[in-house]
């Protein structure tokens, strides 16, 4: 088989490129490892910046989110019963979107699939080679039989744990990573939101986020040790600990519903330099984690298929490389302001295991000079809106 791009990975990364290109005319082939149910059953991010908003309508995307997704212009920061405003749309001008990372990929694979793109699923033993050429090649396996796939770039949107990072020679890259000493637990349940927008909350007992997808439809979030696992919270023992780290007014407004699907995700800041290697570029999760504080996983790997989506644009309609060549530099300017702002909110708002009484003056201090700084809430805003691309 022979294509334009080659794209590893039918995650939104994966498939947003792929939409946007072969909207222009670019031939895309997409392979995957997972099946489709199993893509569309990961529960994961929930706000979208409006860059990603007005890329997934660029991509012709955006129907079903105008309708379903909620803006908001705001959003609320507590230190135990002190709650802070940040009204993003009288500081910066830009709301954001809530709308569920499953409801991107099952828009994007609906108008893949409109496309006529091929989308190989349950491929495994992936293996890419020939990089340093004009023909690189990627082999796999399906159904038992090993296949080859032509093309003439690929775009290594396999997240964290793909083949494509590795691929790039280990003294060819370098690694920057922080792992933070505790998980976020989540759940889902079918339930009214607490607040018309999400609260970060920090207590002594440690941080929650009540988050939301819809009228009736709530994910919450509480900081847990590593060691936990999602079985050792019972609905009960997770609605009880969620309200005893909001403030009282917000607890009061806790309406319980069985929880539908609960998880237990890591924390880690991850970059991997360089984004490019010969004719490969990673893009997404496959080169970046962010810990999930401040929304930016999904908006960071949409940022990089924006640039990586005109870069390929120019080298394949207008034959110049030179958008190609600054794939990597662009993207990771973007990409450590993302990291720095996600640090920085992981640790205003955590509880670190045998930290000192000084942290938590900081994380109250950080929290009052928001309530009195305009200039200190307009930073955060323009941070967690989104940076310009
Ligand atoms: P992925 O979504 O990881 O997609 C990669 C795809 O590649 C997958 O479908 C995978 O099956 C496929 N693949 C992997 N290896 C191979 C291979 N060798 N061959 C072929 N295919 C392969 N972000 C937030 O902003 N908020 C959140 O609350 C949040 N929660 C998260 C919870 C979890 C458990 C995780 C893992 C991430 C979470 N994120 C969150 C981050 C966000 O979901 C990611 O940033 C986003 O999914 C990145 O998209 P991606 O397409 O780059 O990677
Ligand atoms: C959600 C997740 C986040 O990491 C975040 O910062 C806000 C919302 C969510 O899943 O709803």
Same mark, same amino acid.
Request: contains cysteine; charged residues 25%; glycine residues 6%.
């Given at each position: 088989m022979k294509t334009q791009v080659a794209i590893i990975g039918s995650g939104p990364s994966g498939l947003l490129l792929s939409q946007l290109l072969n909207r222009v005319g670019i031939e895309t082939v997409i392979l995957e490892r997972s099946s489709r149910d199993h893509v569309l059953s990961r529960i994961r991010a929930g706000i979208l910046e409006w860059g990603t908003v007005e890329l997934l309508r660029e991509a012709?995307?955006?129907?079903r989110m105008e309708v379903e997704g909620f803006t908001h212009d705001g959003t609320i920061l507590t230190d135990s019963d002190n709650m802070v405003h940040i009204d993003f749309k009288a500081l910066t001008g830009k709301q954001v979107m809530v709308y569920g990372?499953?409801? !991107?990929?099952?828009?994007?694979?609906?108008?893949?699939?409109?496309?006529?793109?091929? =989308? =190989? $699923?349950?491929?495994? /033993?992936?293996q890419i080679h020939d990089l340093d050429t004009t023909a690189p090649r990627v082999d796999y396996t399906v159904n038992g039989e090993r296949k080859s796939l032509s093309c003439l770039y690929v775009a290594g949107c396999d997240g964290f744990h793909g083949v494509s990072r590795k691929t790039i020679p280990e003294e060819k890259r370098r690694e920057f990573e922080r792992v933070y000493p505790f998980g976020?637990?989540? =759940?889902?349940?079918?339930?009214?939101?607490?607040? /018309?927008?999400?609260?970060?909350?920090?207590?002594?007992h440690g941080f929650a986020l009540a988050s939301m997808r819809n009228a009736n439809l709530v994910r919450h979030y509480i900081q847990v040790p590593l060691s936990d696992k999602p079985e050792d919270w019972s609905d009960e023992r997770f609605w009880a600990e969620f309200g005893r780290r909001l403030p009282a007014s917000a607890a009061a407004k806790i309406v319980q519903a069985p929880s539908i699907e609960k998880s237990i995700a890591p924390l880690r800041s991850f970059?991997?330099?360089?984004?490019?290697?010969? @004719?490969l570029f990673l893009v997404g999760d496959a080169a970046h984690i962010v810990p999930p504080t401040g929304a930016k996983g999904l908006n960071l790997a949409a940022s990089d298929v924006f640039y990586l989506y005109h870069a390929l644009f120019e080298a394949l309609k207008n034959g110049?490389?030179? #958008? !190609?060549?600054? %794939?990597?530099e662009r993207a990771l300017n973007r990409i450590w302001k993302a990291m720095r702002f996600s640090w920085q909110m992981t640790t205003m708002l955590h509880r670190f295991d045998g930290e000192d009484v000084?942290? #938590?003056?900081?994380?109250?201090?950080?929290?009052? $000079?928001?309530?009195?700084?305009?200039?200190?809430? @307009? /930073?955060?805003?323009?941070?967690?809106?989104?940076?310009? %691309?």
């Open positions: 012709g995307c955006g129907a990372q499953t409801e !991107v990929t099952q828009d994007l694979f609906k108008a893949q699939d409109a496309m006529g793109t091929t =989308i =190989i $699923h349950g491929v495994e /033993d992936v976020w637990l989540g =759940i889902l349940a079918r339930t009214a939101p607490i607040d /018309d927008e999400l609260i970060y909350a920090n207590s002594e970059v991997s330099e360089p984004l490019r290697w010969g @004719r110049s490389e030179k #958008a !190609v060549d600054n %794939y990597s000084f942290a #938590a003056q900081m994380r109250a201090a950080t929290l009052k $000079h928001l309530a009195e700084s305009e200039t200190a809430r @307009r /930073d955060l805003a323009e941070n967690y809106v989104g940076l310009p %691309y």
